[in-house]
């Protein structure tokens, strides 16, 4: 029986839903018996448990060093001290990388991979290519454009993009050029361009049953909002939700509708505030038939997400790859982009410079940046008409058909 490495850098949540839309195409394209290891931790490795409670022993905890927490996103300065010192009961990183590849290593030397899948974790390549073991690195990132305040970076950019170089192939999860959304976050060099296959967006592609309309759903009927999205690990979901409550409290939005989606599987969140400044449950301002400015839901099922995307006018996220391309090219609806990080920056200012969205990195930035959209909507309509046209969605399944073929060559 073949055996297939999955190992998913853990974090955010991007890398996971990527790895798991790819799983669950697999079999459709690898004919023979195969069984899959996946690597982990915290947050995706608990995710996994419960996903697979029946292969437990198919799952790996690997304590794969991530940045440090800071208040708004990574930590940079904590992350750096980190490399030497303990840091928020992280030992240092030295000491983490050596115990991590060990571990790695270990299992490597366990299951006798046939082929290695990796989303994000750089040491599984290298293993994999002391091994002459096939490995595919599925990213949305290479070399990504550094802004002047990030420069001192570079070093540890150049270091990671040797090491996503050493996979056998590097399945970029985003459409072919020109409709590259991460475009600014890549920058092959000419030594891996010929191991470069744009694979396409790992979008859902479950097609979401509608079934009895929800209290929400019925809520927001025939109304003009915009969809808020908190996403990412603890400190990016706090850090764009303390962004958002700054714009809600200017003055432009006074009247300005919103639905904020928390990325938390918290009902004590789901509320509704009116325009007379109460709070109701959703129920209760369905049936009252409040006239309502402000929805905050803990977690959306997948029927009221497509609804609320459905009927939105524009979206506001941070600037996540995996999140934008489903908007921008799911729904073709224009995104307001508040950024965490330079990865964000690179692939909301591509979307501003194409005109499918706006970037704004300033609390009076994203006022302005409704009334744009507002007032030039139909210039945008064009524009994203025309990117989701050259939208390519098929990510997991091109990736799959990928893993079949090397399977298949090595027979």
């Given at each position: 029986m073949l055996k297939i490495g999955e190992f998913i850098y853990p974090w955010g949540s991007g890398h996971y839903s990527r790895m798991m839309r790819l799983n669950d195409v697999l079999r459709d394209h690898i004919k023979e018996e195969f069984e899959v290891h996946f690597s982990s931790?915290?947050?995706?490795?608990?995710?996994?448990?419960?996903?697979?409670?029946?292969?437990?022993?198919k799952i790996h905890e690997i304590l794969m060093p991530t940045p440090i927490d800071g208040k708004f996103g990574p930590s940079v300065s904590m992350s750096l001290m980190n490399l030497l010192l303990p840091i928020s009961k992280n030992p240092p990183l030295v000491r983490q990388i050596a115990?991590?590849?060990?571990?790695?290593?270990?299992?490597?030397?366990?299951?006798?991979?046939?082929?290695?899948?990796?989303?994000?974790?750089?040491?599984?390549?290298?293993?994999?290519?002391?091994?002459?073991?096939?490995?595919?690195?599925?990213?949305?990132?290479?070399?990504?454009?550094?802004?002047?305040?990030?420069?001192?970076?570079?070093?540890?950019?150049?270091f990671v993009a040797k090491q996503i170089a050493k996979a056998s192939k590097i399945l970029v999860a985003d459409s072919p050029p020109p409709y590259t959304m991460c475009e600014y976050n890549l920058n092959f060099i000419e030594e891996v361009k010929d191991k470069v296959v744009y694979v396409g967006h790992f979008t859902n592609?479950?097609?979401?049953?509608?079934?009895?309309?929800?209290?929400?759903e019925k809520l927001i009927q025939n109304n003009e909002f915009g969809y808020w999205m908190r996403t990412g690990n603890k400190s990016t979901n706090d850090g764009t939700g303390q962004r958002y409550e700054e714009?809600?409290?200017?003055?432009?939005?006074?009247?300005?509708?919103?639905?904020?989606?928390?990325?938390?599987?918290?009902?004590?969140?789901?509320?509704?505030?009116?325009?007379?400044?109460?709070?109701y449950s959703v129920s209760e301002a369905l049936e009252r038939k409040i006239d309502w400015i402000q929805i905050d839901i803990g977690f959306l099922s997948e029927q009221e997400k497509d609804t609320i995307l459905n009927l939105c006018k524009y979206a506001v996220v941070n600037g996540s790859h995996t999140v934008m391309g489903e908007i921008m090219g799911g729904k073709s609806k224009p995104i307001i982009g508040i950024p965490i990080y330079d990865e964000h920056t690179n692939n909301i200012r591509w979307a501003d410079e194409k005109s499918l969205g706006v970037l704004a990195t300033k609390t009076k930035e994203v006022t302005m940046a409704i009334s744009k959209i507002k007032e030039n909507y139909e210039e945008f309509e064009g524009n994203l008409r025309d990117f989701s046209k050259n939208f390519m969605p098929t990510g997991a399944e091109n990736s799959a058909k990928i893993s079949a073929e090397i399977l298949e060559e090595k027979r």
């Open positions: 931790k915290d947050h995706v490795y608990e995710k996994l448990l419960k996903k697979f409670p029946d292969e437990k022993e115990n991590y590849l060990r571990e790695e290593r270990k299992l490597y030397n366990e299951e006798k991979f046939d082929l290695v899948i990796n989303d994000g974790d750089m040491g599984s390549n290298i293993l994999a290519k002391n091994r002459n073991i096939p490995s595919l690195f599925i990213t949305n990132q290479f070399r990504p454009k550094l802004y002047n305040t990030r420069s001192y970076l570079y070093p540890s950019l150049i592609s479950k097609k979401v049953t509608k079934e009895n309309e929800s209290d929400l714009v809600f409290h200017q003055n432009e939005m006074k009247k300005e509708k919103r639905i904020i989606s928390h990325a938390r599987n918290d009902p004590t969140i789901d509320s509704v505030i009116g325009i007379d400044g109460k709070k």
